[in-house]
T-cell receptor
Framework: DAGVIQSPRHEVTEMGQEVTLRCKPISGHNSLFWYRQTMMRGLELLIY????????DSGMPEDRFSAKMPNASFSTLKIQPSEPRDSAVYFC????????????FGPGTRLTVT | ELKVEQNPLFLSMQEGKNYTIYCNYS?????LYWYRQDPGKSLESLFVLLSNGAVKQEGRLMASLDTKARLSTLHITAAVHDLSATYFC???????????FGKGTKLTVNP
């Protein structure tokens, strides 16, 4: 299996622009997670889906962030408009669920907003 | 609110030495995870501990879980340079797939 796939791997954009991050989970996994990692705040869960349905979005920082999962093999995280404080590494992870609920992480997208 | 605390946050050790990283969590949980992250890389799953008294070993790393004490340990035996990385523990909220991560322990193994 190719593992969790994320694109792009690096994104540099200017403040105010829209940014879309993409994720393809491992085939057969029914849960998908979006995380953000920064030096200051560590690893934070933004949102997670189960069977394509958003279950908990309490970690989404504000209305500028939105996430979708239109089908079992694709998810997007969108930031509009982007701000410099959004600069971070964004990870997508997927999990097969029971019994271990083990999460497998993608390579991440390093986002820089100037 | 579930809190996960790791200590130490930074650990510098010599090759060949033994050491233990501690992970404490604040509320009842049935599952605890250890991950490794190399600089600029993603997180790699090391261990999944599913029950009280669980012990898992892989090479020079051994993880254990005491759910009554809400404590997990990651023991490093005869450290080698290749073990240099940041190690995270994570705990799920009971009944949920959400994980709460500790701040990580940055391990540096010196020759």
């Amino acid at each position: 299996d190719a593992g969790v796939i994320q694109s792009p791997r690096h994104e540099v954009t200017e403040m105010g622009q829209e940014v879309t991050l993409r994720c393809k989970p491992i085939s057969g996994h029914n849960s998908l997670f979006w995380y953000r990692q920064t030096m200051m705040r560590g690893l934070e869960l933004l949102i997670y889906f189960n069977n394509n349905v958003p279950i908990d979005d309490s970690g989404m920082p504000e209305d500028r962030f939105s996430a979708k999962m239109p089908n079992a093999s694709f998810s997007t995280l969108k930031i509009q408009p982007s701000e410099p404080r959004d600069s971070a590494v964004y990870f997508c992870a997927s999990s097969p669920g029971l019994p271990r609920y083990e999460q497998y992480f993608g390579p991440g997208t390093r986002l820089t907003v100037t | 609110e579930l809190k996960v605390e790791q200590n130490p946050l930074f650990l510098s050790m010599q090759e060949g030495k033994n050491y233990t990283i501690y992970c404490n969590y604040s509320t009842t949980s049935d599952r605890l995870y250890w991950y490794r992250q190399d600089p600029g890389k993603s997180l790699e799953s090391l261990f999944v501990l599913l029950s009280n008294g669980a012990v898992k070993q892989e090479g020079r790393l051994m993880a254990s879980l005491d759910t009554k004490a809400r404590l997990s340990t990651l023991h490093i035996t005869a450290a080698v340079h290749d073990l240099s990385a940041t190690y995270f523990c994570a705990v799920d909220r009971g009944g949920s797939e959400k994980l709460v991560f500790g701040k990580g322990t940055k391990l540096t193994v010196n020759p």
